[in-house]
T-cell receptor, first 107, second 117 residues
Framework: GENVEQHPSTLSVQEGDSAVIKCTYSDSASNYFPWYKQELGKRPQLIIDIRSNVGEKKDQRIAVTLNKTAKHFSLHITETQPEDSAVYFCAADQFYFGTGTSLTVIP | GAVVSQHPSRVICKSGTSVKIECRSLDFQATTMFWYRQFPKKSLMLMATSNEGSKATYEQGVEKDKFLINHASLTLSTLTVTSAHPEDSSFYIC?????????????FGPGTRLTVL
């Protein structure tokens, strides 16, 4: 089955700086890569997704890039704000989640 | 947006008892529902996929006799943890998707915190 790895596990940035989270996957047949934000004790919320026919997608301060050849994809958050603090999960093919990155934005 | 509810939000039970968790899609028909479990500070692990009116498909390593899933209608799926033991304590989250929604998109319920004493 699919194996998704995510790095880093924790990330602290100063408010206004950028944050980058990276994921790799194993199954070359995977073609859908969502990113979720989960606050403590809450449900995961989809923040952005990308499909295999696209290399990059942007939504305001959030962008995702995908390299199908290398089987890795990344989440970029620019101009971080304290409310961006949460755990972020990548996923491959909808169901197979990465191990999560706890992001802390320091005011 | 699509809303998914779960009930109960928290449950504490004694070892050996069974616990039923409900997952409902409130404003759309969920052709497929998914059940995950999440350990503290860990990722979501897919347990099973259920389609309305058919048997659930379980992920490798998940005991189907232990975790009974029923998807009796297009708005309701239930997960029953049978003969629960302390190691079953976890956060259980359901999600639902619809044939009418954006391809692959799933909507998560708020989760159920199960504690087995």
């Amino acid at each position: 089955g699919e194996n998704v790895e995510q790095h880093p596990s924790t990330l602290s940035v100063q408010e206004g700086d950028s944050a980058v989270i990276k994921c790799t996957y194993s199954d070359s047949a995977s073609n859908y890569f969502p990113w979720y934000k989960q606050e403590l004790g809450k449900r995961p919320q989809l923040i952005i997704d990308i499909r295999s026919n696209v290399g990059e997608k942007k939504d305001q301060r959030i962008a995702v890039t995908l390299n199908k050849t290398a089987k890795h994809f990344s989440l970029h958050i620019t101009e971080t704000q304290p409310e961006d603090s949460a755990v972020y999960f990548c996923a491959a093919d909808q169901f197979y989640f990465g191990t999560g990155t706890s992001l802390t934005v320091i005011p | 947006g699509a809303v998914v509810s779960q009930h109960p939000s928290r449950v504490i039970c004694k070892s050996g008892t069974s616990v039923k968790i409900e997952c409902r899609s409130l404003d759309f028909q969920a052709t497929t529902m998914f059940w995950y479990r999440q350990f503290p500070k860990k990722s979501l692990m897919l347990m099973a996929t259920s389609n309305e009116g058919s048997k659930a498909t379980y992920e490798q390593g998940v005991e189907k006799d232990k975790f009974l899933i029923n998807h009796a209608s297009l708005t309701l799926s239930t997960l029953t943890v049978t003969s629960a033991h302390p190691e079953d304590s976890s956060f259980y989250i359901c999600s639902a998707s619809s044939a009418g929604a954006s391809y692959n998109e799933q909507f998560f319920g708020p989760g159920t915190r199960l504690t087995v004493l």
